[in-house]
């Protein structure tokens, strides 16, 4: 592990957006105390990050869902979760089609053509037809548009999202898969009136999550994570971070949540290395 | 469409930046103000060029409340400058307004400044500074300072260098509580002092310190410090602390690219927060901008309170489609 004594923590995260500098120097100086002092290492894709952690160059990675996932299977489970985003406790992915489409439900979307997210995006593509296949589809004979943007990004960037949602206007797909939050931004259709409506929504699942190798020491790892879930949507300053980074509130890990990735990950041979 | 248009745009932004956005119609614009409202956002302006038709700025991120940042007793508004005068018996050569004996006086007189000052506690303003050109060329500045006094907290900045016969006379008739002199010492020798100000003006200066300081009066010093100097700063404290100035009443601030200044710390009025300043010629964004026409605010003078409140408005617009912080430049 990369702790020198008297050293500060050093968390991972990937960089998907400008904003995460001014979120991870904002979530630095909130942590500037003797017992929680931390610093943060940006990497350009997640299997960069699961490498770093693996190798002990970083002491915390900030992992998608899939990351974490992947992390797990990496190391035989010698993993410890630490903390979530509130909105990564109960995530989901939304089936939307064309306004006045009349569909609904998971026997409807069968038969259609669907357009899924990055393949590496485990909310745009990988869940979707998990969560298809458990319904009773057979998704082995679906008609899949995907859209490959950003590779390696676990779909953060939410791009291949909208290029889902644009097939489907463009009347090139006739379902899009996409992640609760994108759906959520887009006012559950309301911002964009009378062009898309929700089909079906999967289950809750969970997403992201702070995952450390179990040779962290509890020591180490207890104060840092006390103080993160301390964080405050009250106070101006952590609300700046929160909102950025896309929560109301830090929450202990929702484990459970990753069933159904793991099971995906098993049905659909999805790497557990890159 | 807009919306698909500030999802992919607006979610990649850094955040303070901005990008702009054709919208069709009003329902559009206010699907744009929603989405904002819903993400986290900003609207920062809209240009409509025909009736419902036009051009959204949007901004990543919110605007950060600068209550938050800025100190209330530095928030726009809470403190008022006036230019008492513009004629000095020095000529500082980095003076940000060009104060000379030469200097046309631009007097603002005594029933003016009493009208501004009540006109300025009504508003909400809670401290005066007298400055100019130097304060103590004018023969009623004892009435001027007690009619300040009168209504709000006031400092007078100086050089210090006139409290002898009449001015030692007109500042003994000043009050002690809810005054402060603020007098000008650039370095903790007279070398560097006296090269911008004049030769033996700092020991007049440090003279009237103690003059100051024995008639019972609230001291404060600043010191202007130019970039070719070696500010020497350890000492200049030193000096200040020896005269049992605390170190809250030491200002230490750069010299401004203003006035006849060739060097300096060089901003606009976007840069600035604001604090409104008043001289004969009008209603500038701030003290040490008070020649320069980008920062004025309005030619009339009174009533004080309409330009109190457009430059209020005008830091709410700029705080909020900032993307650069806005810098406190203390002048005191």
């Known amino acids: 592990m990369s702790q020198l004594i008297g050293a500060p923590l050093l968390v991972g995260a990937v960089a998907y957006t400008p904003n995460v500098v001014p979120i991870w120097e904002g979530i630095r100086d909130y942590f500037d105390e003797p017992d929680t002092a931390m610093d943060f290492v940006l990497f350009s894709n997640y299997g ?30 010698h993993v410890r979760a630490l903390a979530m985003r509130d909105t990564d406790a109960a995530f989901s992915t939304v089936f939307v089609a064309a306004a006045g489409s009349g569909w609904s439900g998971p026997g409807d979307i069968g038969a259609r053509r669907l357009a899924l997210g990055s393949a590496d995006s485990a909310h745009a593509a990988i869940l979707p037809l998990h969560y298809l296949r458990a319904a009773g589809v057979n998704v082995d004979h679906m008609q899949l548009k995907r859209f490959d943007s950003d590779i390696g990004k676990h779909g953060d960037t939410g791009r291949s ?114 | 469409m807009v919306v698909m248009a500030l999802m992919r745009t607006v979610e ?48 990543r991120g919110r605007p950060r409340n600068p209550a938050t940042m800025i100190p209330a007793d530095r928030m726009p508004g809470a403190r008022l400058w006036l230019y008492t005068n513009f004629h000095c018996n020095l000529a500082c050569d980095y003076c940000c307004v060009a104060s000379s004996p030469r200097a046309d006086p631009r007097l603002l007189g005594i029933e003016t400044i009493e009208a501004l000052v009540a006109e300025a506690a009504a508003w909400g303003v809670r401290e005066l500074y007298l400055t100019g050109g130097e304060p103590f060329l004018l023969p009623d500045i004892d009435a ?68 100051a300081l024995d008639e019972g009066f609230t001291v404060r010093v600043a010191a202007t410090i130019s970039a070719h100097d070696d500010p020497a700063l350890d000492e200049l404290h030193a000096l200040f602390d020896g005269l049992g100035i605390p ?41 040490v901008a008070a020649l320069d026409e980008d920062a004025l605010v309005s030619r009339q003078i009174l009533p004080l309170a309409p330009s109190l409140d457009r430059v209020s408005d005008l830091f709410a617009e700029q705080w909020s489609s900032m993307t650069a912080a806005s810098t406190l430049f203390a002048c005191a």
């Open chain 2, 144 to 211: 001027i300072v007690r009619s300040c006094v009168d209504r709000l907290p006031t400092t007078l900045l100086t050089n210090g260098m006139l409290f002898r016969g009449q001015g030692l006379r007109k500042l003994q008739a000043m009050p002690r509580a809810g005054f402060a002199l603020q007098i000008s010492v650039d370095s903790p020798t007279a070398e560097v002092h006296d090269s911008h100000r004049g030769v033996g003006s700092w020991k007049r200066a440090l003279a009237g310190i103690r003059v």
């Open chain 1, 161 to 274: 999202e909208l290029d889902a949602i644009d097939a489907v206007l463009a009347g090139d797909a006739d379902v899009a898969a996409i992640g609760i939050t994108v759906w959520e931004n887009i006012g559950r259709g309301e911002l964009m009136p009378g062009m898309l409506e929700q089909v079906w929504q999967t289950e809750t699942y969970s997403h992201c999550m702070f995952t450390a190798l179990d040779t962290l020491p509890e020591a180490v790892s207890a104060p840092w994570v006390a103080k993160l879930l301390a964080m405050d949507w009250e106070v101006p300053a952590h609300r700046r971070i929160l909102e950025l980074e896309g929560l109301t509130q830090w929450v202990e890990p929702h484990l459970d949540g990753y069933a159904g990735l793991f099971e995906a990950i098993a049905e659909q041979g999805v790497d557990s290395r890159w």
């Open chain 2, 12 to 59: 990649q932004l850094a955040e303070g930046d901005t990008a702009e956005f054709p919208v069709a119609s009003a329902s559009e614009l206010d699907l744009v103000r929603r989405w904002c409202a819903k993400t986290g956002n900003t609207v920062v302006s809209t240009m409509m060029v025909e009736q419902d038709a036009g051009y959204v700025t949007v901004g």
């Open chain 2, 247 to 287: 170190r809250a009443d030491q200002v230490i601030r750069p010299i401004a690219l203003q006035g006849v200044a060739d060097e300096g710390f060089a901003f606009s009025r976007e840069s600035l927060i604001p604090e409104v300043t008043v001289t004969a010629d009008g209603i500038y964004w701030h003290p």
């Open chain 1, 48 to 77: 960069r990050l699961v490498d770093a952690l693996r190798a002990g160059m970083i002491d915390i990675a900030w992992n998608t869902n899939l990351a974490y996932a992947r992390t797990v299977l990496q190391t035989d489970g």
